[in-house]
DNA sequence: CAAAAATATGAAAATATGTTCAGGTAAACG
DNA sequence: CGTTTACCTGAACATATTTTCATATTTTTG
């Protein structure tokens, strides 16, 4: 930690801000370069995040089947329809589930494919 | 929440603990028939949970080119090693990374295909 | 074999997350 | 038009997560 620099053995055409050890310097510039903006990986990360909960799953596997409203959700997590609004609030804001007002009733579904996607291959990877 | 009974007008085979409000009873017991092992979702819970988080993806973008030792992440990130060994672990955990010891350095990599893809549709999901 | 280097680990502190509780909207229906 | 029904929201509490700091472990090197 005193100041030690960084063993350069390559260009570092970016800011070579690294002042901790390194011990590859053109792999840590490689893996800079090709970086993808930090927005980009803080969206993924709420996408990922509102995905990582058995709870917010079960709602998302529901909806496969079809659209349903919250106290029917609520029904088949056993939970509260305010604990189920509150997740479904997450759902909505990364774009994960969309809803449909008929009367009283809001009818929520899938947004788009890529929900069953993610779920498949992670179900992939869980199971072997 | 006066022990209302369910307004039930179909079959309902599994064990009816439906003590709240149910509009549709049809797509309740379909989603309950249709749920997946409690196991199940809290792997992939943990799988998603572990992704979600910038950092631990910024970490498997960067393996993505290829293996990298745990201070060469801690460069690329620009924080401490230790905090890097931390997400590590858990990346181990969820099996989504390996390693390879050589002397002295530990040179991690992705585990499977199922990361790539993951990422992959995510930035899609974010990107539209 | 002792010292150095790379990484792992445990505990503590700061922060984030999930659920419950108690109201608050918006639409329908008498 | 007021009441009912379905849903949303904010605050508070309990729990989980992330980082830092200090220390332990593992492998090489002199």
């Given at each position: 930690?005193?100041?030690?620099?960084?063993?350069?053995?390559?260009?570092?055409?970016?800011?070579?801000?690294?002042?901790?050890?390194?011990?590859?310097?053109?792999?840590?510039?490689a893996?800079?370069?090709?970086?993808?903006?930090a927005?980009?990986?803080?969206?993924?990360?709420?996408?990922?995040?509102?995905m990582?909960?058995?709870?917010?799953?079960r709602?998302?596997?529901?909806?496969?089947?079809?659209?349903?409203?919250?106290?029917d959700?609520?029904?088949?997590?056993?939970c509260?329809?305010?604990?189920?609004?509150?997740q479904?609030?997450?759902?909505?804001?990364t774009?994960?589930?969309?809803?449909?007002?008929?009367?009283?009733?809001?009818?929520?579904?899938?947004?788009?494919?890529?929900?069953?996607?993610?779920?498949?291959?992670?179900?992939?990877h869980?199971?072997?």
């Open positions: 930690m005193g100041g030690n620099d960084i063993s350069n053995g390559s260009t570092m055409d970016d800011q070579d801000l690294c002042s901790v050890r390194c011990i590859h310097a053109d792999r840590i510039a893996a800079r370069a090709g970086g993808l903006p927005e980009e990986y803080e969206a993924m990360a709420a996408l990922f995040k509102t990582g909960d058995p709870n917010r799953l709602i998302l596997r529901a909806l496969h089947d079809g659209e349903m409203c919250v106290c959700l609520a029904a088949v997590l056993e509260s329809e305010s604990a189920v609004s509150h479904l609030r997450q759902l909505r804001q774009a994960l589930v969309a809803n449909r007002r008929q009367g009283q009733v809001l009818y929520y579904r899938l947004n788009d494919d890529h929900v069953h996607t993610l779920i498949h291959v992670a179900l992939e869980v199971r072997e």
